[in-house]
């Protein structure tokens, strides 16, 4: 693997976007170098962060301070305007493919999310109306989120890590049944909040491999998905350097790079979301744990929607 240029990476290794005590947006990184702000927040826990001084995880040029401040709330570390459309690799796995039935894919399977449905780390999941709440199917997605850190375009795969700023956790949240409506897969995965991203940007300096990472999504205590980058059908590198081929990637750009098995969908019976549901889905090496809760929609009687009160 081509050696990540050190100097065109930032100064922190663990980046979070977050709200402070007193309501004030802020960047940081998290004192507790081994600690998931995620499940420690969704805990109670006091969480603490050392200011970094800029307004963009985009930011190369961001300094460290010696200031230490509470997180009250933690926020996508991406804002929607930053990152674009976003690029979304699905049956990357081959086990997932298996669980599937499907053969495996000789070239990436593209879909696209828009930046509306990028969602915070505990933030709620709204599913859209359906006739019957309980036959909508929502399932979750636990992948690896790649953010690129410089534009690029025609980027050959030996160069392609070059470009690579760092790591998220993501949730390519999907409504199965929206999905089977259309033979695109936008459509049900294309919902506002659908691609809850964080809780930290983890620099490429940490994990010059990304093959290592290891993906978990943890439904009411019941490990669902357990998987390893390293099953990949199409490496981060390729991916990169397939999705550049012809197009401009912008600084910013975030690549979902698909799931491991276990999918609700996949399963005997199938398993659907519910509200109350306690769902982490997590990356190992510091990326940390998504806790977004879940809620459904129904229609009021002039069209509008509210949320399904259970």
Known sequence: MTPILLDDLPVWNRLIRFEDVHGQERYGEPVDEQLDIGIALHRGEDVHARILRTDSA???????????????????????????????????????????????PKTPTLFLKATETINHPSS????????????????????????IGRTCKDVPEEEAMRYVLGYMTANDVTARTHQNEVSQWDRGKGFDGFAPIGPALVSARVVPDPSV???????????????????????????????????????????LTGTPCGIGVSRNPPVRLVEGDELFVTISHGLGSLTNPIAFKQPEANGHCIEARG
């Open 58 to 104: 985009l930011d190369l040029s961001a300094a460290l301070s010696e200031e230490i401040v509470q997180v009250k709330r933690v926020l996508s570390p991406l804002r929607p305007e930053e990152a674009g459309t976003i690029r979304c690799i699905g049956l990357n796995y081959r086990e997932h493919a298996a669980e599937m039935k499907l053969t495996i």
């Open 213 to 255: 990472l290891q993906l978990r999504t943890v439904l009411n205590g019941q490990v669902m998905q357990q998987g390893e980058a390293s099953d990949m059908i199409f490496t981060v590198p390729k991916i990169v350097s397939f999705l550049s081929q012809g197009c401009t990637l912008q600084k910013g750009t975030i690549i």
């Open 124 to 147: 709620t999941i709204t599913t859209p109306h359906c006739p019957d709440a309980h036959d909508c199917h929502l399932d979750y997605e636990v992948e690896l989120a790649v953010v």
